[in-house]
C-alpha cells in the first residue's frame, strides 16, 4: 500500500542526507500517516491520512 494521505494526496518525499563532511547519500521523508475514521458523504469511512490534515479537520469541525 503506497504511502499517500487520502484527502492531500501528500506522498513521500526524497532528498539527501549530509553527513557533517557534507557528503551526499539518498534518503526519504515518509507521510506521518494516521488510520482515521471520518465522515465521507454522511457515511463513516476508515482511511489512511497524515497527521497534519487530521488536525485540520478536527479544528475545521471544532468550530
Known amino acids: 500500500m503506497p504511502r499517500v494521505c487520502s484527502v492531500t494526496g501528500k506522498k513521500t518525499m526524497s532528498g539527501n542526507k ?6 551526499a547519500t539518498r534518503r ?3 507521510v506521518n500517516l494516521q488510520k ?3 465522515m465521507v458523504d454522511g457515511k463513516p ?3 489512511r491520512i ?5 488536525k ?3 479544528a475545521q469541525q471544532a468550530r
Not at 549530509?18 to 557528503?23: A, I, Q, V
Open 18 to 23: 549530509r553527513s557533517h563532511s557534507l557528503r
Open 28 to 30: 526519504k521523508w515518509n
Open 36 to 38: 482515521a475514521t471520518i
Open 45 to 47: 469511512t476508515k482511511v
Open 50 to 54: 497524515s497527521a497534519r490534515a487530521l
Open 56 to 58: 485540520t479537520l478536527k
